[in-house]
């Protein structure tokens, strides 16, 4: 008689770098994914953990920790190729995948840029029809000091209303992650309370439709960021360009006037020795 777990799927978890998934995990199984405490992330590919979702420990699922966009280390192109990549093969091998798990830091005061541009591209990713198994979950809730509680619920506010609310609408859902195990689990625990498993946008683009990276919605998305960035760069060194221009041509100016002032003092000097 086969006695191992029956397996129900994967639950992938995405977020920028710093968003606290690795703890998430971590906190699911102890010690079983790197944290990277600062910005930079630790380079790991996904790491994925099997977790039991009985006492009998007859049924499991695979949780994924993926690697973190806006990573000092690696650029976002590196990053969307690994997670497609991942995603690619477990589309191809027919393993469902029960929902996905967005991290965001309660932390952040504001919504970066970079945590606008990859929640587009995340949107992009899944597709309107996928949307319905994802769950935004806010982080660092057990950082935050009691007289800040308040202003930590007016940002989870706003993301709820103002960046969140599209993908919402179309079934998506949202909670807070405490930092214990009870947390975590109740959070995969709700991904997999249906049998409904989903297929992401970029899956049928790389597997049905055997398009390039660059060719999916994702990509063209991240291109457009990395075009722009470059645009922006040019702009920014043009103006630092006509800065120093500027200055060049001031700082000459004034030696200019300088050299006048000198040739007319000295002019002067020779007068009054002529008069005298």
Request: glycine share 6%.
């Amino acid at each position: 008689m086969d006695t191992s777990p029956e397996l129900g799927g994967m639950v992938l978890v995405m977020g920028v770098t710093g968003a606290g998934k690795s703890t998430f995990v971590n906190a699911l199984k102890p010690d079983s994914v790197t944290v990277g405490h600062t910005l930079e992330s630790t380079q790991a590919p996904p790491q994925a953990i099997q977790i039991f979702l009985d006492e009998e420990q007859t049924r499991s699922v695979t949780v994924v920790d993926t690697p973190g966009f806006d990573d000092t280390r690696r650029s976002n192109t590196q990053v969307l190729a690994e997670i497609t990549e991942y995603l690619a093969a477990q589309y191809a091998l027919q393993i469902p995948l029960r929902g996905i798990i967005y991290m965001h830091s309660i932390n952040e005061n504001r919504m970066k840029r970079s945590s606008r541009q990859f929640l587009e591209m995340f949107q992009l990713l899944c597709g309107d029809d996928a949307l319905r198994k994802v769950k935004f979950v806010t982080t660092h809730w057990d950082n935050i000091e009691t007289d800040r509680e308040g202003e930590a619920l007016r940002r989870e506010q706003q993301l709820l209303d103002e960046w969140w609310a599209p993908m919402l609408e179309k079934g998506s859902s949202n909670t807070q992650f405490s930092g214990s195990h009870d947390s975590a689990e109740g959070i995969v625990l709700d991904l997999m309370s249906d049998d409904e498993s989903i297929v992401l946008e970029v899956q049928r683009e790389l597997v049905d439709c055997d398009m390039e990276l660059g060719e999916t919605k994702a990509g063209k998305s991240l291109r457009k960021v990395i075009e722009d960035d470059i645009a922006e760069c040019k702009t920014s060194i043009d103006e630092i360009d006509t800065q120093m221009a500027n200055a060049t041509r001031s700082r000459r100016r004034s030696a200019d006037d300088g050299k006048m002032a000198r040739n007319q003092a000295e002019a002067l000097v020779k007068q009054l020795k002529h008069a005298s």
